[in-house]
Structures are given as C-alpha cells and as structure tokens.
C-alpha cells in the first residue's frame, strides 16, 4: 500500500499551494483521510481530516478557514488546497488513510502512511 503526497514547495507568506496524495495498490474511498504535518523540532501534529464520502471535515484550529480537504474517489486522491500560508505553517505534511470510515484527528486512528512532502513559507 502506498500514499504519495505530492504539492509541496518553497512560497512566500501569502501564498498558497495545493497538496495532493494518491493512494495506489488498493483503494482507500471506504476510509477517512486524513492530513498531518510535523515541524523540524517538533511533534507531528494533526491538521485536517475527512470521512469516506466527503461531506464531513474537521480542522486543526491553526489552519481553520485557511485549509480545505477534499477528497476524489474516483481517483483515489485526497488533496489540501492551503491559503493563506503562514511561515509557522512550514513543515513535512503527509496524509494517511484512517481505520474507518469517519475523520479521525488522532495518529492512532490511521493505519497507513504516506511519504511527506515538504512545504516551506518564508516571511
């Protein structure tokens, strides 16, 4: 099983960038997905999450009303459109597929990890 976040790179404050991950060798539109991120330093922490079909969502307070999670199964791919990018926003992001159906914002709550991608936001 294999996820592949893909989007990242180096923007300024103000800027925006769209993270996608494509799941391959099964599919992943039974499940949540979900997106987290960890800061040189620091722990990995929880940004958004989606359940199975997409009509649900949950956000870390840091990034709510400036990140959206949205999800296309039809191509196995879910996806992070940042605005608004903050340099405190510069991390190694990687999305998961979680255990069930529904959002999950707990690392435990997710059984397969993707490989990051790294954003950087300079001021």
């Known amino acids: 099983v294999q996820l592949q976040a893909s989007g990242g790179g180096w923007v300024l404050a103000g800027d925006s960038l769209r993270l996608s991950c494509e799941a391959s060798?099964?599919?992943?539109?039974?499940?949540?997905l979900g997106w987290f991120r960890q800061a040189p330093g620091k722990e990995r922490e929880f940004v958004s999450s989606i359940n199975w079909r997409g009509d649900s969502t949950y956000y870390a307070d840091s990034v709510k009303g400036r990140f959206t999670i949205s999800r296309d199964n039809a191509k196995n791919t879910v996806y992070l459109q940042m605005n608004s990018l903050k340099p405190e926003d510069t991390a190694v992001y990687y999305c998961?597929?979680?255990?069930?159906?529904?959002?999950?914002?707990?690392?435990?709550?997710?059984?397969?990890w993707g490989r990051g991608t790294l954003v950087t936001v300079s001021s």
């Open positions: 060798k099964r599919t992943f539109s039974n499940n949540g």
């Open positions: 998961a597929a979680a255990r069930g159906s529904s959002w999950s914002s707990a690392p435990s709550g997710y059984a397969y």
